[in-house]
Structures are given as structure tokens and as C-alpha cells.
């Protein structure tokens, strides 16, 4: 399994702009898709955007949040980026990144095989 390290959380306001990252260990992270999932308190953890191996196809949870967030990997730096923009209050949550070693297009948390720990993202209104 690969190893994974979110960072990037924080406070801001709404309307404002975030970038997390995802940095992970191991000299594979290229044969990984990866993800990006969001769990607010008292709700279930959700998808939010997924990217390919080799970084050419991402997908969304919906168009909403293809119009706001931005996934992208670096394979040489071993990293994945989520862009967040236009803020909301509603994308309060603890974010994670997660990597599936086989299969592609996964929107399911258990299609994931390792999970980071998670970076906590507060939009403030």
C-alpha cells in the first residue's frame, strides 16, 4: 500500500480559494488512481473528484463541483492537487485523499485501498 499525507486545509472565506495536496510515499504512485473524498460532521463521507494514473482523465461528483474544484497529479513529485474555488460554507469538511491500485473512474470509498488522514477545510460565510 501506499502511504498518503493530506495538507493544505485551512480557513477561508467564501468565495476563496484552497489548494490541498496529497503527497505519497513509494516509487509506484504512478500506477495508483487516486481521489479526493469530503466528510462534513454528521454526514457521510462523499466523493468529490477522482484523477487517472497517468493524470489525463479526471471526473467529479457532479458538474456543480467540476465548475469550482480542480484535480491533477504531479506523478514525478509524487503528489495530487485538489483546487478548491468560489468557496462555499457547504464544502466545510475534513478532506481526504484516497488510492485505488487497480481500476479507474471509482467513485465508491471502498473501492479505495489507503487513505490519508485527512486536511479540515472551514469556509467561513
Known amino acids: 500500500q501506499v502511504q498518503l499525507v493530506e495538507s493544505g486545509g485551512g480557513l477561508v472565506q467564501s468565495g476563496g480559494s484552497l489548494r490541498l495536496s496529497c503527497a505519497a510515499s513509494?516509487?509506484?504512485?504512478?500506477?495508483?488512481?487516486v481521489g479526493w473524498f469530503r466528510q462534513a460532521p454528521g454526514r457521510e463521507r462523499e466523493f468529490v473528484a477522482g484523477?487517472?494514473?497517468?493524470?489525463?482523465?479526471?471526473?467529479y461528483a457532479d458538474s456543480m463541483m467540476k465548475g469550482r474544484f480542480t484535480i491533477s497529479r504531479d506523478n514525478a513529485k509524487n503528489t495530487v492537487y485538489l483546487q478548491m474555488n468560489s468557496s462555499k460554507p457547504e464544502d466545510t469538511a475534513v478532506y481526504y485523499c484516497?488510492?485505488?491500485?487497480?481500476?479507474?473512474?471509482?467513485?465508491?470509498?471502498?473501492?479505495?485501498?489507503?487513505w490519508g488522514q485527512g486536511t479540515q477545510v472551514t469556509v467561513s460565510s
Open positions: 484516497a488510492a485505488a491500485r487497480s481500476g479507474s473512474f471509482y467513485r465508491q470509498a471502498q473501492s479505495f485501498d489507503s
Open positions: 513509494g516509487r509506484t504512485f504512478s500506477s495508483y488512481t
Open positions: 484523477v487517472s494514473r497517468s493524470g489525463g482523465s479526471t471526473w
